[in-house]
């Protein structure tokens, strides 16, 4: 699976829209975006995941460049409850290979 | 519907003693995952169930650690005996079937301290 790079960590305002990118430039044709993110003392939870076209659900929108080599997940309208650590996975088989996230901080 | 149960949450141990976690997956799931997540890391795969039957179980340090899923439900994963360096959450997820677009859902982990 092509490996994806992260900052480490980021800030949001609360009601403001959060756009955490992913770098995947070795990503190849049948790998998948993935994201999910983790609460503080929870287990990972799944956001959204795209291969192509941008893609959009109740909890986020995934915005894939057209090269595929980055991405972008953006949550459109940040609360105090979207302080997480978010993964961006890129998964071409049944596993997730989990880097180290970006710590995403909502203050009020 | 419920998620993936796990327990205990939480346990302390000596070192060289042995621990075993529980975990339930959502009904109707063939695959399970069993992970480890040491603190500032992200989660890392140890061992895969399809069924009751072992697909992947390359990163489980078979020396101490084992896993079981009798009748292909729940499952237990066991450290005997257990190193200082086992301190992590010790995460379980199920998914439908196990195929790459599946999404894995997680129960809320067992965080282990070896004392």
């Known amino acids: 699976d092509a490996k994806t790079t992260q900052p480490p960590s980021m800030d949001c305002a609360e009601g403001r829209a959060a756009n955490l990118p992913c770098n995947h430039s070795t990503i190849s044709g049948n790998e998948y975006v993935y994201w999910y993110r983790q609460i503080h003392s929870q287990g990972p939870q799944y956001i959204i995941h795209g291969l192509k076209n941008n893609e959009t659900n109740e909890m986020a929108s995934l915005i894939i460049t057209e090269d595929r080599k980055s991405s972008t997940l953006i949550l459109p309208h940040a609360t105090l409850r979207d302080t997480a650590v978010y993964y961006c996975?890129?998964?071409?088989?049944?596993?997730?290979?989990f880097g180290t996230g970006t710590r995403l901080q909502v203050f009020p | 519907e419920a998620g993936v149960a796990q327990s205990p949450r939480y346990k302390i141990i000596e070192k060289r003693q042995s621990v075993a976690f529980w975990c339930n997956p959502i009904?109707?799931?063939?695959?399970l995952y069993w992970y480890q997540q040491i603190l500032g890391q992200g989660p890392k795969l140890l061992i895969q169930f399809q069924n009751n039957g072992v697909v992947d179980d390359s990163q489980l340090p078979k020396d101490r650690f084992s896993a079981e899923r009798l009748k292909g439900v729940d499952s237990t994963l066991k450290i005997q005996p257990a190193k200082l360096e086992d301190s992590a959450v010790y995460l379980c997820?199920?998914?439908?079937?196990?195929?790459?677009?599946?999404?894995?859902?997680f129960g809320p982990g067992t965080r282990l301290t070896v004392l």
């Open positions: 997820a199920s998914s439908l079937d196990g195929r790459y677009t599946d999404t894995q859902y």
């Open positions: 009904s109707g799931h063939a695959t």
């Open positions: 996975i890129v998964r071409a088989t049944d596993k997730l290979i």
